[in-house]
């Protein structure tokens, strides 16, 4: 099985978290086991102050591990790794998909709303596919042709494109 690796795409406030927790459900009934990779441009919380863990991290841990029966959940203190190491983390996961990473060279859906956005961020040659309230149309947009356009309430539409992504990658 050869993973399938998958950014959404856009700008700020485009829509991307909403649009992967509406496309989540679609890839699960499909079969596919997913994960999802998101770069918080913050430095986030890993962990509820006042937990065990977060005492054990201000402590000093370099790493914390918590796992119950059916889950787990570890913390590394460390510098961040390369995307391709945190795509390794998951080598049960069939499709992967990246929050974000609009200058990388993964291929890519870009998401574009009215009163958000309204040209390419991403580059065309790794542009899969937009996802928009725009018509064609409405935007002058160049060297989007063959580039499919969804709406954003057509997630099953799209979950049946990416399907074929992944079937089109596994024939190699």
């Known amino acids: 099985m050869k993973q399938y690796v998958l950014a959404i795409s856009g700008v700020k406030n485009s829509g991307k978290t909403t649009l992967i927790t509406k496309l989540l459900p679609e890839l699960k009934k499909r079969g596919f086991r997913v994960a999802v990779i998101k770069h918080d441009g913050h430095d986030f919380e890993p962990d509820v102050p006042g937990t065990d863990s977060w005492k054990y991290a201000q402590a000093g841990a370099d790493g914390i591990c918590v796992f119950s029966a059916g889950k787990y959940m570890v913390i590394k203190y460390a510098p ?18 990246l929050e974000g990473f609009k200058y990388s060279e993964y291929p890519k859906i870009e998401v574009i709303r009215k009163g ?7 580059d065309p040659k790794n542009l899969l596919g937009i996802v928009t309230d725009y018509t064609s149309e ?7 042709c063959g580039i499919p356009f969804f709406g954003l309430e057509e997630t099953e539409q799209l979950a049946d494109y990416i399907m074929g992504q992944y079937i089109s990658l596994q024939r190699g």
Do not use: D, G, H
Request: proline letters at 6%; a negative charge; one cysteine or more.
């Open 80 to 97: 961040t790794p390369s995307v391709e190491e945190l795509i390794k983390t998951f080598p049960e996961a069939e499709l992967i998909l």
């Open 138 to 144: 409405e935007l002058e947009w160049k060297n989007t």
């Open 116 to 122: 958000n956005s309204a040209r390419l961020v991403c």
